[in-house]
T-cell receptor, first 115, second 115 residues
Framework: AQSVAQPEDQVNVAEGNPLTVKCTYS??????LFWYVQYPNRGLQFLLK??????LVKGSYGFEAEFNKSQTSFHLKKPSALVSDSALYFC?????????????FGAGTQVVVTP | KAGVTQTPRYLIKTRGQQVTLSCSPI?????VSWYQQTPGQGLQFLFE???????NKGNFPGRFSGRQFSNSRSEMNVSTLELGDSALYLC??????????????FGEGSRLTVL
């Protein structure tokens, strides 16, 4: 069975500073990894995904993530955080190539960016 | 193109009642998944439908059911509501083409409160 861990409940960062949100995973076989963001009272928005290929994945709104197979990690990063990046971030994994609709989500990390 | 539409957005029910939630996927998307989001349990997978067939089911009691129609629209039903069913119910659609790689498009959710 697959699982995802987001070790930090909350990350605080000042605007303009680098932002990192951590994620580790456990899955049988090749992992399919995703990051989603949720704003208050809204659904989830897709940021980026890793399926195969380059370990550095670039996504929406200036976010990127690095897949590290040896450390089973998929940390989300942004070089310069904005106040508008304040939201709830979810890492997710799928180990099934034939059922993209079923994802295992982490508990989420609240990001707070202060001016 | 229009996004995933969920109705109703908010509803209040009492224990023992039943509820039906509706989801209209993005045009052309054939897969619809449902997730339950609560502060305590986070995001949990309920079920996934593809071409009117249930492909996956999460660990929820039989009170939770769903279906998908020929136009890909989906409904989920919860019978004999319990207080613990209070949650944000999220619907997500995807095309499920092989090259698509698993991006889910989420609706804004239906917030159910059980009194």
């Amino acid at each position: 069975a697959q699982s995802v861990a987001q070790p930090e409940d909350q990350v605080n960062v000042a605007e303009g500073n680098p932002l990192t949100v951590k994620c580790t995973y456990s899955v049988s076989g090749n992992p399919y990894l995703f990051w989603y963001v949720q704003y208050p009272n809204r659904g989830l928005q897709f940021l980026l995904k890793y399926i195969t290929g380059d370990n550095l994945v670039k996504g929406s709104y200036g976010f990127e993530a690095e897949f590290n197979k040896s450390q089973t990690s998929f940390h989300l990063k942004k070089p310069s955080a904005l106040v508008s990046d304040s939201a709830l971030y979810f890492c997710a994994v799928s180990g099934q190539t034939d059922s993209w609709g079923k994802l295992q989500f982490g508990a989420g990390t609240q990001v707070v960016v202060t001016p | 193109k229009a996004g995933v539409t969920q109705t109703p957005r908010y509803l209040i029910k009492t224990r023992g009642q039943q509820v039906t939630l509706s989801c209209s996927p993005i045009s052309g998307h054939r897969s619809v998944s449902w997730y339950q989001q609560t502060p305590g349990q986070g995001l949990q997978f309920l079920f996934e439908y593809f071409s009117e067939t249930q492909r996956n089911k999460g660990n929820f009691p039989g009170r939770f059911s769903g279906r998908q129609f020929s136009n890909s629209r989906s409904e989920m039903n919860v019978s004999t509501l319990e207080l613990g069913d209070s949650a944000l119910y999220l619907c997500a659609s995807s095309f499920l083409g092989g090259a698509e790689g698993g991006e889910l498009f989420f609706g804004e959710g239906s917030r159910l409160t059980v009194l």
